[in-house]
């Protein structure tokens, strides 16, 4: 939970510091952007979930 919370924390000052000194945004500036994103963690996460239970004989 920690990891996720400085990762915020760090996007967010990140963010910030973009549109201060006026750059374009460093993220996908819409939601199907933030989707494929989202999607792309699912995949890797659910890749590892059926690898294990693979490994694991498959029962």
């Known amino acids: 939970m920690q990891e996720a919370l400085l990762s915020l ?4 000052g ?3 510091l973009f549109a201060l000194v006026r750059l374009p945004i460093p993220a996908p ?4 952007g933030i989707l494929g994103i989202v999607g ?3 995949g890797w ?3 590892h979930l059926i ?3 693979l490994q694991s004989g498959g029962s």
């Not at 924390?9 to 967010?12: I, K, P, W, Y």
């Not at 500036?29 to 199907?32: C, E, G, K, R, V």
């Open 45 to 47: 996460k659910i890749f």
């Open 40 to 42: 792309i963690f699912l």
């Open 14 to 16: 990140v963010g910030f």
């Open 9 to 12: 924390f760090t996007g967010l």
């Open 51 to 53: 690898q294990t239970w």
């Open 29 to 32: 500036p819409a939601l199907p």
